[in-house]
């Protein structure tokens, strides 16, 4: 058989058991690894190129060095799991770089990070004010995490003491101008729905490039057709529209009538209204 046949055949299952082997080890990104992992990969990757170019003239030798590779960082990963310390000692420990708003220069030496770099990070997690960040730590990955001021902060629901709806993930339903029936099967949906709902916004299928079915159960498309402009839902808004002027209406009737029971009929669901409508108002009003 001639070489490069050989070569072929070699990287061609080579490059299969690479993939197998990585997904073995972790699924974590590159970017977020720790040292040990990604010295583990580039490891793996080399001796499998050796191997697929016949550098490694013995091929047993070749896969044994690979399998003692991946065992080892699987036994590393298992014992990490089961000691604290042995995770410390391998893949290292969380530094405090800013704390109480004081930038620990000591430690910035100790990672090997100048001002310059901390300020670079910070700013890709749109903080660019160092006076704004109460406390940061740089992770054993290298990636730094940064607590905010309280004043610093952004204002949630929860500071205000609002309720909001509880929300779900995006189902996406349609792709390139395809209806995904496991999707739609997900929000408890079917394709009967989704033409009913192509259909009133005069939109057909084969123009849609994406839709996807929000927790709200309301569907957002994008077209190919970018000049076509579509409506945006309002299904929500005007139930609670609607409420909100049957509980108008009533206040309007209790005012007009003189009748006593019918007084305490309109007063008694005007209030029944505007508990509806503040109960209602996180899932219909965000």
Known sequence: MQNWIIVLLRTFLLSILT????????????SKTTPFKF????VIAIIASLISLGLIENLVFGFISLAVWVVFSLALDYLSIKSKW????????????????????????DVRFTGEELLRDLRSKNIFNLTDVEF???ESTGEINALLK???KSITPHDLQKKVAPLSESQTVILDGNILDEPLSNKGLNQGWLKIQLSNLGVSLDNVFIGQVDSSGDLFIDLFDDSILLPQPKVKEMLYANISKVQADCLAFLLETNDLKAKEM??????KLKKMMDDLEPYLLR
Do not use: C, P, Q, W
Not at 19 to 30: A, E, N, Q, T, W
Not at 39 to 42: A, D, K, L, P, T
Not at 86 to 109: A, P, Q, S, W, Y
């Open 86 to 109: 042995f995770h410390n000692f391998v893949n290292g420990r969380e530094t405090i770089l800013i704390k109480d708003g004081k930038v620990m220069e000591e430690n910035l030496m």
């Open 150 to 152: 309280s004043e610093k």
């Open 266 to 271: 309109y007063s008694d669901n005007a209030i």
């Open 39 to 42: 010295v583990s990969y580039i």
């Open 136 to 138: 940061a730590v740089m």
């Open 19 to 30: 993939l197998v082997v990585i997904r073995i080890i972790g699924k974590g990104s590159l």
